[in-house]
């Protein structure tokens, strides 16, 4: 038998359901077929091998020879197929692929995840933290944490939180420069990114119009997480969330010198291409999210 250089697969799948249901006609409607188009499936399969494998007779077919040789093969091959669809499938529908900004990740998400592992045990998660802001079409990812003004053509979004800035860092960095009295004492040490807009926003609130923020370097660590790192390492300030860092100023890792906080209307959001909105995973996962949301509202 010599196959042609295009597999036939489609008359493949024909074959096998005639030589199942023993009839063009049954097979033709269980793949949604005419029979005429199904014969001429047949026909094509039988001039890519190169024998008959069917006998027609008056309201009946019999398999030939070749046809009696190849139907076997051909059943077991799609069942084979089903197999490894049904594996894909549920791996792909068993582990959710979540794609998170580092700090969001860090200081929100994960410490929370064994709640939705608790709702949802036989859902897999798996986390990737990064500041980049990925594409749905190229990479392998369910839903994402992104942050920002929203305004992401073809996603679905939910909006999550909002979030305020102020400066903190390490007690002990502000006890050598004899404490934090007013806002402009913050000048005197390094700022984690002083080219940061949020320094600008912050220190204008506080009624400090000029600084030197324009001139300094610009120490860019990636994230508020990194950022924070280096100001309880008392290598700085750095302007953060002070909800994700409440744990760190209670024991006295963090300083928050002042009340003031501002926010730039931005906001996390929570992303996904609107063709898989109702893909179970995805929405077990915004179910549980939003409602993480609304209960950490009600708490405050």
Excluded: C
């Excluded at 008359?11 to 199904?38: H, I, N, P, W, Y």
């Excluded at 309880?232 to 928050?256: K, N």
């Amino acid at each position: 038998m010599k196959l042609s250089k295009q597999f036939p697969l489609n008359a493949l799948r024909v074959f096998e359901a005639a030589a199942r249901l023993g009839s063009f006609t049954k097979a033709g409607d269980e793949l949604g077929m005419t029979q005429t188009a199904v014969s001429y499936q047949i026909k094509l399969l039988e001039e890519n091998v190169g024998e008959p494998l069917f006998l027609r007779r008056p309201r009946q077919i019999a398999l030939t020879e070749p046809g009696e040789r190849l139907a076997p093969k051909v059943t077991e091959a799609f069942a084979m197929l089903h197999d490894a669809m049904a594996t894909a499938r549920d791996s792909v529908e068993g582990t959710l692929a979540i794609s998170s900004t580092h700090t969001f990740a860090s200081k929100w998400l994960a410490p929370r995840l064994g709640s939705f592992h608790l709702k949802h045990p036989a859902i897999a998660v798996r986390l990737q933290a990064s500041s980049d802001i990925i594409d749905f079409k190229r990479e392998q990812i369910d839903v994402g944490i992104r942050w920002g003004d929203g305004n992401w053509p073809g996603l679905t979004l939910h909006r999550l939180m909002g979030l305020e800035f102020t400066p903190m860092l390490s007690p002990k960095l502000a006890e050598s420069a004899g404490g934090i009295r007013e806002p402009r004492d913050l000048l005197k040490f390094d700022l984690f990114d002083a080219g940061d807009i949020w320094w600008k926003q912050w220190f204008e609130a506080a009624g400090v119009t000029e600084t030197d923020l324009d001139r300094r370097p610009r120490n860019q660590l990636g994230s508020q997480a990194v950022e924070a790192d280096a100001a309880i390492a008392g290598h700085g300030v750095a302007i953060l969330h002070p909800a994700f860092y409440a744990a760190e100023i209670a024991l006295g890792r963090l300083y928050q010198p002042f009340e003031l906080t501002r926010s730039d209307g931005k906001a996390y959001w929570l992303a996904y291409p609107e063709n898989r909105r109702n893909v179970p995973k995805i929405k077990a996962f915004r179910n549980w999210i939003l409602e993480e949301m609304k209960r950490q509202e009600t708490s405050a």
